[in-house]
C-alpha cells in the first residue's frame, strides 16, 4: 500500500511564491510518474505537473509552464513543487499523485485516472 503525504502550501497574495512537497512511503518503487493535480470547488482535477521517477523528465500543464517547477530527490522518495508568479486563478487544493505510464497522459483533464493521491494541501492567491 504506498501512501502519499503533503506539505507547504497556505496562503498569497497573487505574484507571490509556495512550495510544496510530497514524500512516498510503502509500496513506491514501481510508481513510474509522480507529481501534483489540483482541484478548485466544483471543478473537475487539473493535473499540473509530473516528473518521471526513474528519468528525471518533467511534464507542465500549458497554464503553469514557466512558474512552477516540479524536482524530486528520489533518496527521500520526495517530490517538489515550487510555485512561483501566483495567480488568483492557481487556487485550489493540490494533490500529489502517483501513477504508472506515460507521465502526460496525467495532465489536464488527464489527471481523472490518476490512482494514487495524497491528502491535499489548500493553496489560496488573493489579488
Known amino acids: 500500500q504506498a501512501e502519499l503525504v503533503e506539505s507547504g502550501g497556505g496562503s498569497v497574495q497573487a505574484g507571490g511564491s509556495l512550495g510544496l512537497s510530497c514524500t512516498a512511503s510503502?509500496?513506491?518503487?514501481?510508481?513510474?510518474?509522480m507529481g501534483w493535480f489540483r482541484q478548485a470547488p466544483d471543478k473537475e482535477r487539473e493535473g499540473v505537473a509530473f516528473?518521471?521517477?526513474?528519468?528525471?523528465?518533467?511534464d507542465y500543464v500549458d497554464s503553469v509552464k514557466g512558474r512552477f517547477t516540479i524536482s524530486q530527490d528520489n533518496t527521500k522518495r520526495t517530490v517538489y513543487l515550487q510555485m512561483n508568479s501566483l495567480k488568483p486563478e492557481d487556487t485550489a487544493m493540490y494533490y500529489c499523485?502517483?501513477?504508472?505510464?506515460?507521465?502526460?497522459?496525467?495532465?489536464?483533464?488527464?489527471?481523472?485516472?490518476?490512482?494514487?493521491r495524497g491528502q491535499g494541501t489548500q493553496v489560496t492567491v488573493s489579488s
Open positions: 516528473i518521471d521517477s526513474s528519468g528525471g523528465s518533467t
Open positions: 499523485a502517483a501513477d504508472w505510464g506515460r507521465c502526460s497522459a496525467y495532465l489536464g483533464r488527464g489527471a481523472q485516472s490518476v490512482n494514487y
Open positions: 510503502g509500496y513506491t518503487n514501481a510508481f513510474d510518474c
